[in-house]
């Protein structure tokens, strides 16, 4: 039998999966059968981006388990996210439908901000990858466009879905890599309330105070890159190759070996016993099914203590690593 993840009540209303499979990175060729593979494990959560470039590969193989009866479209949680240069409300309509429509599933659950930053509009095309920090060269960044977040804000509440608005096409709507400041900036606003944050969270980065202040607010986290520099060492990251690799740190070892589980199943817990939503990527079978199994077992508050004391306000995922013009974690 499949397992089953538990669920988060969102501020929307829906409920949204503890445990997802993230496609960032997941080759194309392979994103179909993996996102397949994981469904049929018993995952119900996939997140995406039109960034990642693989969401029409994705749906198809969402579709496929539809089609063979493994579950059902209201089964199923879809996240995608639109890019920065897209922020302006004609633009941010034409990105998400074009999503809307590479999934090829009616809807999209939750729609997220990538980024709280606006970069000038560039015409969609085949040629989707860097997705536009910089130009084709990847010679000089693509400037900033005057776009407040509000006006982003404003046109994905008009895409959701509501009694008054029947044509929209998205369930939720929440935003990525935004910190406190920000966020209570858009709840000033906000007609409709921020389901979810999503941002950086592992071990070596535990943002408390962003975490605590998202919760008190009723917006659920996902934390990304929950195995910290293991995320980063394909895209050549100096910051991930000079650090200790989190599955072979002491602590996490040796609460590892205690509870009869993995290095991994141990971070993944460490999140969700939070209730920091989680979505690791993983190309192996085995290990897809020890990540959905990671609420299976409890950890003390002792041990939950020794993983969070590892931070060293570590992050891995920048902008400025691509560009030095795009300063937004700082």
């Known amino acids: 039998m499949a397992t089953k993840a538990p669920t988060l009540k969102l501020a929307s209303g829906y409920d949204m999966p503890l445990v997802g499979f993230g ?7 392979t994103c179909a059968d993996q996102v397949y593979n994981a469904i049929k494990l018993g995952y119900r959560h996939i997140d995406g981006a039109w960034d990642y470039t693989n969401s029409a590969e994705a749906g198809e193989g969402v579709r496929r388990a539809i089609k063979e009866g493994i579950v059902k479209r209201e089964d199923m949680f879809i996240t995608s996210k639109l890019w920065n240069n897209y922020h ?11 999503e809307n429509e590479a999934w090829g599933l009616d809807y999209l659950d939750l729609f997220l901000i990538h980024f709280p930053i606006s970069l000038e509009f560039i015409p969609f095309d085949k040629m989707r990858y860097p997705c536009f920090w910089t130009d084709k060269e990847q010679t000089k960044p693509t400037p900033l466009a005057k776009v407040p977040i509000s006006e982003t804000w404003k046109a994905l509440e008009d895409m959701v879905q509501t009694k008054d ?3 929209g096409f998205i369930k939720s709507i929440g935003v990525s890599n935004f910190h406190t400041q920000l966020l209570y900036d858009l709840l000033s606003y906000a007609k409709i309330q921020p389901s979810v944050l999503q941002i950086e969270h592992h071990p070596y980065l535990t943002q408390p105070e962003l975490v605590k202040m998202a919760q008190e607010n009723n917006i659920a986290v996902t934390g990304y890159s929950t195995f910290g520099p293991q995320s980063f060492l394909e895209l050549d990251n100096p910051q991930a190759k000079e650090v200790k690799p989190l599955f072979v740190v002491d602590a996490v070892k040796s609460i590892a070996a205690k509870h009869g589980k993995s290095p991994s199943q141990v971070l993944l817990r460490w999140c969700t016993q ?8 993983s190309n192996s079978v085995d290990r897809l099914k020890q990540n959905l199994e990671c609420c299976t077992f409890d950890l003390s508050e002792d041990e939950l203590k020794q993983i969070s004391d590892l931070n060293m306000n570590l992050r891995f995922n920048s902008p400025s690593s691509i560009s030095s013009s795009f300063r937004i974690f700082t």
Do not use: C, D, G, Q
Request: glycine share 0%; net charge positive; aromatic share 6%.
């Open 88 to 98: 302006a409300r004609e633009h941010a309509f034409e990105m998400a439908k074009l």
């Open 165 to 167: 608005n029947p044509k």
């Open 274 to 281: 939070r209730n920091v939503i989680v979505i690791p990527k």
């Open 23 to 29: 496609i960032w990175k997941v080759p194309r060729e």
